[in-house]
């Protein structure tokens, strides 16, 4: 193909005028093209040039070589050179010579335009005959060889990897702006672009237009522009990405991996990597780790992933050769920046110029990591191990030296070399992450420990701290109080402010609705696995068990862990298998058989047992009584369960009513053990029980009233509501000793005649005084008697007159009436007087005050006609 040419300078006048103008040009160059060249192929000398130069100076001129995109889709190639005067003896003429392309050409033999550069065929002056002679092809001048641009690259080592990071987004977008390169010499700028061509896939490279020097850089229509230091400056502008080569090099990061490969390719010196440069960063980094070219951490992360991808394409030796790049670094154990530094001045691709091919360590160091250990997943038993073994000794001390993920290896992925250099790296670091206090320890601490066990590496001595780290994890740490004294998960020594036997307490009741945290999977591996981690860890949580039971029940109930796996540790087998019974105490000795060991030989788990049973808590007086009975006194009280089921019966609600036969076991039982407000409260829920049988004897509410007064610390509370409960139903049930009533009003004990009340008030006594004509005489002449003896008596019995049976008298029909009157007539001692007169209307006012004893005047005798008492001596009916 012949290409096309122009020439364009200052010349004599001619038929197509004088001054600059096309001076010969091949046949069929249309006139649009030629207006369109003449604003692509101008020249303007720079500003510091001599103005009249020799022609050694000359020499010195910059040449704009350009490669310039045409508005048909055409390309123009053109030489601009400086030579001097004109023909009128005039400076500043110049001499243009351009080839044309046509759209869709290229050429000839393909070659990329850069190559063109001080080409022989190029003519710094019109051809004699005005005709250019005819060019079917460009040889190229040599200028551009290998080694003279390997080592241009060298000299511009610290502006490579920005140059083709600018590079790549103006080739890959054509409104990403321009590149302007300033050197001092138009031929550095040549130079800069045949690095250009080389890097970007070839069809890029044919496209790229450029100029090696141009006088106003804002006029310049192509993507790289050449200028020198005297050109006008863009430096300000954003539409332009200036690397000025003049002055100092970059020092910021470089981010454009790409960019960073490339760069360190041509500070190889290896080119050859380029021929057909794959599009693909991964095969590039692939390629470049291959040839020996040391590599940043992210550029050899993407080499790893894509190797990932395409392992089954890729050779044995290929691989070899790939994973000894890989690993050629050291692994980093503090981020990879500063090693960066350290390699990029020794090794292949290294220079002590590389400025920003560095950047900071924010991640990178952790991609690699995961990349290798990506390809490593790969390659491991897929290819012979001498091909993966050094990348997994290289991901195993890289990820136990930089504590990232660490990955699980086979027996054989390692040599044994790689082996035994292994284990003595990387024993210490193993031993001290396994100690690390800051590691969970159900995480990173059992992969090393299982790294150690690979590399046969003894920690037997770390593994009791290591289990009790474990345990904790599993289980909950024990809550504390402000103070920040531990609380005791469960513990059976309590204050009284626990709830009734029976009913949980909140606590409890969060406890059973708090989901089973469960045994992370590397855990239960871990267990199986090693044999000495499992008893270190079932110790762990066995002592755990024992001091902490619901806490552990909660955490690892269906948790999976294999307590099956070794026998013993009877306080973990209770806590971990759960009990399906309903019933309580079929659950209990359900959970006391699981133990495996009987709770006479080993005591401590009857106590496990009950709290697991009754978490948060007590048996009800029965369960205490079975348990007590069942298990033996001594039993108990070595297992430290005595003060349970003590508490079992103080704490019991009034309407247990085998709490009385629990008490009477109890006393019989540790008689010897009790303090004096134990014994005291115990036989007063004693003699409830015998209250209303034939055991009662008299003095009923002496007997209370002394046991509740006599101990030397209070009896509980429970305890002296139910003996007064139970005590007040008593005094109303049926004919009452008027001695016991005496002794209730004379007592004025607030919270017992609050009890009598209550028991007055009740719906059981309001049934039966509807129903029972004589019960109705007895609480009469009971609520009736002894006024004034007391003034808390006196507001008890007028209120049980007046609320509750003046209400259900009036009510009353007759013949009932009747029946009250003829046994209050019976009773004797004005008692059936004193009831017409205070059942007569209008005189419940006027009798109230007289049984109170109020209004009396001092001179009026104590006993009047219808007092319900006895006259005393000297006085009158």
Request: aromatic share 6%; hydrophobic share 40%.
């Amino acid at each position: 193909m012949t290409l096309a040419q122009l020439h364009y300078t200052s010349a004599p006048p001619g038929p197509d005028g004088s001054g600059f103008r096309f001076t010969a040009v091949s046949p069929g160059v249309p006139q649009g093209l030629l207006r369109e060249a003449e604003q692509l192929i101008g020249y303007e000398p720079p500003r510091d040039c001599p103005a009249r130069p020799d022609a050694e100076q000359l020499k010195g001129f910059p040449k704009a070589f350009s490669f310039s995109e045409l508005a048909d889709g055409g390309r123009l190639l053109s030489r601009s050179v400086y030579i001097g005067a004109d023909y009128s003896g005039r400076w500043g003429n110049f001499h243009a010579h351009a080839v044309h392309l046509p759209s869709g050409t290229r050429l000839p033999d393909g070659a990329l335009p850069i190559t063109a550069w001080e080409s022989p065929r190029w003519a710094d002056a019109t051809p004699p005959d005005g005709r250019p002679e005819p060019v079917d092809r460009i040889e190229p001048s040599g200028l551009l060889r290998k080694e003279a641009l390997v080592a241009f690259a060298m000299s511009r080592a610290g502006w490579l990897a920005p140059f083709f990071a600018d590079l790549r987004a103006v080739a890959a977008d054509p409104g990403a702006g321009q590149i302007v390169v300033v050197e001092h010499d138009s031929a550095d700028v040549a130079q800069w672009i045949a690095l250009a061509c080389a890097v970007l896939p070839r069809e890029q490279a044919h496209r790229l237009t450029f100029t090696t020097y141009t006088r106003r850089p804002q006029q310049a229509r192509q993507q790289i522009v050449g200028a020198l230091p005297s050109s006008e400056s863009v430096a300000h502008d954003h539409r332009y990405r200036v690397h000025d080569c003049t002055g100092r090099q970059p020092s910021g990061p470089v981010t454009d991996t790409w960019a960073e490969v490339c760069a360190r390719i041509w500070r190889a010196g290896r080119t050859d990597l380029f021929r057909n440069a794959p599009e693909d960063l991964g095969q590039l980094a692939v390629t470049a780790l291959t040839a020996g070219i040391d590599l940043r951490a992210d550029a050899r992360a993407t080499a790893a992933r894509w190797a990932a991808e395409h392992a089954s394409a890729l050779s044995d030796e290929t691989l070899t050769a790939l994973v000894a790049g890989l690993c050629a670094r050291p692994p980093a154990s503090s981020g990879w920046a500063g090693d960066e530094r350290s390699s990029s001045a020794g090794g292949p691709g290294g220079s002590a110029h590389d400025g920003p091919a560095s950047l900071p360590a924010s991640g990178s160091a952790d991609d690699e990591q995961a990349a290798l250990a990506a390809l490593l997943a790969r390659l491991d038993g897929q290819v012979p191990a001498v091909v993966s073994a050094p990348l997994a000794a290289w991901v195993l001390a890289s990820a136990v030296l930089g504590k990232g993920p660490v990955p699980t290896l086979r027996a054989g992925s390692l040599t044994p070399r790689a082996h035994d250099d292994l284990a003595r790296d990387l024993a210490p670091a193993l031993r001290a992450g396994l100690a690390d206090p800051a590691e969970q320890p159900a995480g990173r601490p059992l992969a090393l420990l299982r790294v150690a066990d690979l590399l046969d590496i003894d920690c037997q001595d770390q593994l009791p701290e290591l289990a009790g780290r474990l345990a904790r994890t599993l289980v909950s740490e024990p809550s504390t109080d402000p103070t920040g004294t531990r609380k005791p998960d469960g513990d059976l020594h309590r204050s009284r402010d626990l709830p009734a036997p029976g009913q949980p307490t909140p606590e409890a009741r969060q406890g059973d609705a708090r989901p089973a945290v469960g045994c992370p999977p590397a855990l239960l591996d871990a267990v199986h696995a090693h044999p000495g981690l499992r008893v270190a860890l079932f110790g762990s949580l066995n002592a755990l068990a024992a001091a902490e039971p619901t806490a552990v029940s909660r955490a690892l109930t269906g948790s999976g862990l294999p307590v099956g796996l070794q026998p013993g540790f009877p306080h973990l087998r209770m806590c971990v298998t759960p009990a399906g019974s309903r019933d309580r105490l079929a659950r209990f000795h359900e959970v006391l058989r699981t133990a495996g060991v009987s709770p006479h030989a080993d005591p401590a788990v009857l106590r496990t047992a009950l709290r697991l049973t009754w978490p948060g808590e007590l048996p009800t007086g029965l369960e205490a009584s079975l348990l007590l009975n069942e298990l033996g006194s001594d039993t108990h009280r070595a297992a430290g369960t005595r003060d349970l089921l003590i508490e079992a019966a103080l704490a019991a609600p009034p309407d247990d009513r085998d709490v009385p036969a629990l008490a009477v076991d109890l006393l019989r039982c540790f008689s010897t053990d009790l303090r004096q407000e134990q014994r005291a409260a115990l036989l007063l829920l004693e003699f409830t029980g015998l209250l209303g049988t034939d055991g009662e004897g008299e003095e009923w509410v002496g007997r209370v009233l002394s046991l509740k007064n006599g101990a030397a610390e209070p009896v509980p509370d429970t305890v002296v509501e139910r003996a007064f409960q139970v005590l007040a139903w008593r005094l109303l049930d049926g004919v009452v000793p008027e001695n016991e009533l005496y002794a209730l009003a004379r007592s004025g004990e607030p919270r017992l005649l609050a009890a009598y009340e209550r028991a007055g008030r009740s719906d059981r006594v309001g049934d039966r005084l509807r129903t029972v004509p004589g019960y109705v005489a007895a609480r009469f002449c009971d609520w009736s008697a002894f006024p004034g003896t007391h003034p808390a008596w006196d507001e008890t019995r007028n209120a049980l007159l007046t609320k509750v049976l003046r209400p259900i008298v009036r009510m009353l029909p007759a013949e009932d009436q009747t029946e009250v009157e003829a046994a209050l007539g019976r009773a004797g001692r004005g008692k059936l007087d004193a009831y017409r007169a205070w059942n007569r209307p209008g005189a419940l006012g006027r009798l109230a005050g007289r049984l109170s004893g109020r209004g009396r005047r001092a001179d009026q005798p104590g006993v009047w006609p219808g007092d319900v008492e006895p006259p005393t001596e000297g006085g009158r009916r």
